[in-house]
């Protein structure tokens, strides 16, 4: 069985980030991903991103995909394996793989899992016809393979993701016929509300999603107007006749391997589903499990970026000492801590305070 | 339903690849997933509920919701949102929840 320092799970910003700072300060690293390609969600970004230049603000997601595979293709300690699913953690810190249809079995010092998240579902009558998909999964087909949803399109949910798949969607010739927002207010960057408002798509808010029709793919839709209880009001229904719904409705933590190898788990709304309990170090209630990005608190993809640098770097201090340890790692707090400023930053925070633990390894 | 002009990107269809879905012969490139080369044949319904036998299309892409799965090359439960398109892959719709063999 081979050996290695850490077996990183998950190819996303914060995977990456944590096997490049892992490896650069001389770990063995393996890092597994499920699809064939590495960069996670970052490959169908093709906005810019916020945050600070040490961030890579201004630049398009998938370009900061191609950095950090660069950065990462550098290294020399580092294996990468493709098409790979992890399947279970055990006790003896042994991971077991399905590399494409090979059982593999691997033994590590340390596992970080970086699984990311996934998307919400919203509930009505009908919501499993198909046309009706995930935002991200049509800015996957659209920004990664080139290939329309549909005609056009109503989005559920104003936040940042519904926003921009909306623009995304308008720049590839889809035909957005409003968007949905539940609550009395839209959630997402106001720069992106305006850039749509702009090209005249409606923006609802107060409304939702009553039923969906169609006989094998959804041909129409019917909203209506919402109570301060998010309750629909009768007689406020209107009918969109559209092929395509995208629901952005959040994300939830793709956390379900950190809970079978053992990990402490609570469920916390802002962070968006089940996460674990962590320290300082991102370190679980299990020895030597990690995690970092989205699946322990939905956050975006700059701020999982800097947590799989301190995840990295914290391993390799554990296991090597680095010399210049506490002058990194005061460097990539800080950035967090800035990227965490303002009003979501605090939402945020509040939900971390709930699943940290100081001293649960003391 | 290709986007052929994007301000942003640019998609490579250097390599045309054929395949058979449900015994008609269509065509896709290299470097797409199935469930999208059959989105840009327009079409959507990838299989239908074991049960209830509704409609399914993809919802995630990403491969976590299996909502679609297919039988590739004989094999049931293929998740074709993240499994790539080969030159002459037999692609047929699931209806049931796929049998051992």
């Known amino acids: ?6 077996v990183v799970v998950g ?13 650069k300060h001389g770990l063995t690293v393996l890092l597994v991903e499920r699809d064939d390609f590495l960069g996670g969600q970052l490959i169908k970004q ?11 603000a201004k630049t398009r997601g998938i370009d900061i995909a191609t950095i950090l595979k660069k950065e990462l293709l550098k290294q020399d300690h580092v294996d990468i394996m493709l098409d790979t699913s992890a399947l279970a953690i055990y006790d003896d810190k042994v991971i077991t793989l ?8 691997v033994k590590a010092n340390a596992i970080v899992v970086a699984t990311g998240a996934s998307e919400k579902v919203l509930a009505f009558p009908n919501n499993d016809l198909p046309g009706i998909y995930g935002a991200g999964a049509v800015q996957t087909l659209m920004n990664v393979h080139g290939v329309k949803p549909g005609k056009s399109v109503v989005m559920v949910g104003a936040g940042n993701i519904g926003l921009i798949v ?3 969607l308008l720049q590839a010739g889809v ?4 968007v949905v927002e539940a609550s009395d207010s839209i959630g997402g960057y106001l720069v992106h509300a305006q850039k749509l408002r702009r090209l005249g ?4 808010t107060n409304h939702s999603v009553k039923e969906a029709h169609g006989a094998t793919a959804l041909e129409e839709l019917i909203i209506w107007k919402l109570d301060e209880n998010f309750s629909g009001i009768a007689g406020t229904e209107k009918r969109i006749e559209t092929d395509t719904c995208c629901l952005s409705v959040g994300l939830k933590p793709s956390s379900e391997m950190l809970r079978q190898a053992g990990a402490e788990m609570t469920y916390v709304r802002s962070l968006g589903g089940y996460v674990p309990y962590i320290n300082q170090n991102h370190e679980t209630t299990v020895n030597n499990l990690f995690v970092c990005g989205d699946v322990s608190g939905i956050e975006e993809a700059s701020s999982a970026m800097v947590e799989g640098f301190i995840v990295g770097l914290t391993l390799a201090n554990r296991f090597k000492n680095v010399p210049n340890f506490s002058v990194l790692m005061t460097d990539l707090k800080t950035q967090l801590k800035d990227l965490r400023a303002g009003e979501t930053g605090e939402h945020i925070m509040k939900g971390i305070k709930q699943i940290m633990r100081g001293d649960h390894h003391a | 339903m290709r986007i052929s002009s994007h301000p942003i990107l640019k998609f490579n269809r250097d390599k045309e690849l054929s395949f058979i879905f449900d015994g008609r012969k269509l065509v896709g490139y290299e470097g797409e997933t199935i469930a999208a080369a059959l989105h840009a044949n327009n079409i959507k319904v990838l299989g239908h509920s074991s049960v209830k036998h509704r409609p399914r299309g993809f919802y995630c892409a990403i491969g976590n919701c ?10 049931p439960n293929v998740r074709t949102c993240i499994t790539l398109l080969e030159d002459g892959m037999v692609v047929k719709t699931q209806s049931n929840k796929g049998e051992l063999k």
């Open chain 1, 175 to 178: 035909d957005v016929k409003a």
């Open chain 2, 66 to 75: 299996t909502s679609c799965n297919m039988i590739v090359n004989d094999e």
């Open chain 1, 1 to 6: 069985m081979k050996h290695y320092d850490v």
């Open chain 1, 11 to 23: 190819a996303g910003p914060a995977g990456m980030a944590c096997a490049i700072n892992a490896t």
């Open chain 1, 46 to 56: 093709t906005h810019m991103f916020f945050g600070s230049e040490k961030q890579y």
């Open chain 1, 166 to 168: 909306s623009y995304q």
């Open chain 1, 201 to 204: 798509v409606p923006i609802l």
């Open chain 1, 98 to 105: 399905l590399n494409h249809h090979d059982y593999i079995k």
